[in-house]
């Protein structure tokens, strides 16, 4: 299966100020998408990540407050913007390796707001 | 759109017995029916995947039956071992999006 790996592995950030967390492949993928786990919850999805085009947004998401860039097909970036203690999560992409049909997670990104 | 139900929200069982965890879902249109394990702090790790043609999927001490007309699929843990305590996540997604959706999770917990 591909390797993925995010970075920062986690991160403590001020209300207000947003970060950049990215999304590495080692292989080419089709689909890339960004989950949201918040604490003692389940995942949700928030967005496709897109290569060549804008991500595609699950409601309850927009692309003001969780920007996505897909430059090519082995990275994926996720913004969080303007945040608030409501962000706190782990934040994790995934990716689908069609020759076995099966999807897989990246290490995630444990964000704490303050 | 595409509602999952996971029973129980909790389970602890004896080393040695069988773990049962139940999902049911909403669109019939969906086809692929994963299993995640999450231990703590760790990455959801996938374990076993069944698909809308087949009925029942084993391997190993793991198994996972789809029943399409009910809309609901269960995975079956048997000989459980301290080490199978973690949190399991049932999904669903259709064809052509690759999109899942995830059940609210199960927390077994396997005693010696």
């Known amino acids: 299966s591909a390797v993925i790996s995010q970075k920062p592995s986690r991160d403590i950030c001020q209300r207000g100020t947003s970060l950049t967390i990215q999304c590495q492949v080692d292989?080419?993928?089709?689909?890339m998408f960004w989950y949201r786990q918040q604490p003692g919850q389940s995942l949700t999805l928030i967005a496709t990540?897109?290569?060549?085009?804008?991500?595609?947004?699950e409601s309850g998401f927009v692309i003001d407050k969780f920007p996505i860039s897909r430059p090519n097909l082995t990275f994926s970036t996720l913004t969080v913007s303007n945040m608030s203690p409501e962000d706190s999560s782990i934040y994790l992409c995934?990716?689908?390796?069609?020759?076995?049909?099966?999807?897989?997670f990246g290490p995630g990104t444990r964000l704490t707001v303050l | 759109g595409e509602n999952v139900e996971q029973h129980p929200s909790t389970l602890s069982v004896q080393e040695g017995d069988s773990a049962v965890i139940k999902c049911t879902y909403s669109?019939?249109?969906?086809?692929?029916f994963p299993w995640y394990k999450q231990e703590l702090g760790k990455r959801p790790q996938l374990i076993i995947d069944?698909?809308?043609?087949?009925g029942e999927k084993k391997d190993q001490r793991i198994a996972v039956t789809l029943n399409k007309t009910a809309k609901h699929f269960s995975l079956h843990i048997t000989e459980t071992q301290p080490e199978d305590s973690a949190v399991y996540f049932c999904?669903?997604?259709?064809?052509?999006?690759?999109?899942?959706?995830f059940g609210t999770g199960t927390r077994l917990q396997v005693f010696p």
């Open positions: 990540a897109n290569q060549g085009s804008e991500a595609t947004y």
């Open positions: 069944i698909r809308s043609n087949v």
């Open positions: 669109d019939s249109a969906s086809n692929y």
């Open positions: 995934s990716v689908v390796d069609y020759w076995q049909g099966e999807q897989f």
């Open positions: 999904a669903v997604s259709k064809r052509n999006t690759d999109k899942l959706i």
């Open positions: 292989s080419q993928v089709t689909m």
